[in-house]
Structures are given as C-alpha cells and as structure tokens.
C-alpha cells in the first residue's frame, strides 16, 4: 500500500511523494458488465469496491498495488457490524515501462 507524504520543499511550497508503508491484503470485488454499462452510459464515475481486514490503516488517497493494477482509494466504509473495511477505489491506467528503464 502506498500513501502520499507531504514534505516541505525549503522554498515555502511543498512536494508530495507516495511512500510505500507495507501490505495489506484485500479482495477485489469487479463490477458487473451491466454496472460498468450503466455508469457509462450515465457519465458516472464507476467506483471498485476492494474488502480489507477492519483494522486495515487504509485512508482516502491511498494506493492499493499489485498484479499490474493501482486502485486509488476515494472513500472508505465501515459496515454497523465490523467485519471488514470496503474501500471504494477509482482503477488507475498506469503506462508500462518500457525497457532499459
């Protein structure tokens, strides 16, 4: 999981970096086909629900990595009953990296 930390740049901006701060392990939970319709047709933002532990330290900002694909979470929820976190998460296109790189 990587989180954006806030330094100062010394010149009275400041400079934003994701750090990676460990794993977390999460489900993925994929839209159907007539959700991602739906929400296209709509001009909806579609967002991917990812389950995580309850205890999971995932805020708002966060990036979930791995196999290839980046979620960036924009909301989380706790049910009334604790028994996971849902993160709801826009997948990011990230560009491949090209070799020699």
């Known amino acids: 999981m990587w989180r954006p930390v806030t ?6 901006g400041q400079t934003v970096t ?11 939970s994929q839209p159907s ?5 739906a929400a296209m047709q709509a001009g ?14 995932v805020s708002r900002g966060d990036e979930l990595r791995g196999d290839g694909e980046v979620y960036r ?5 706790r049910p009334s009953e604790v028994e996971y ?3 709801d ?12 790189t």
């Open 18 to 28: 994701m750090t990676d701060i460990g794993d977390v392990r999460a489900r993925v």
């Open 44 to 57: 909806a933002e579609l967002l991917m629900p990812v389950y995580l532990a309850p205890d999971a330290d």
């Open 89 to 100: 998460c826009e997948l990011v296109q990230v560009e491949p990296e090209s070799e020699g």
């Open 7 to 12: 330094d100062d740049d010394g010149a009275g």
């Open 85 to 87: 976190l849902r993160a």
């Open 73 to 77: 979470v924009k909301a989380t929820v």
């Open 33 to 37: 086909a007539a959700e991602r319709v």
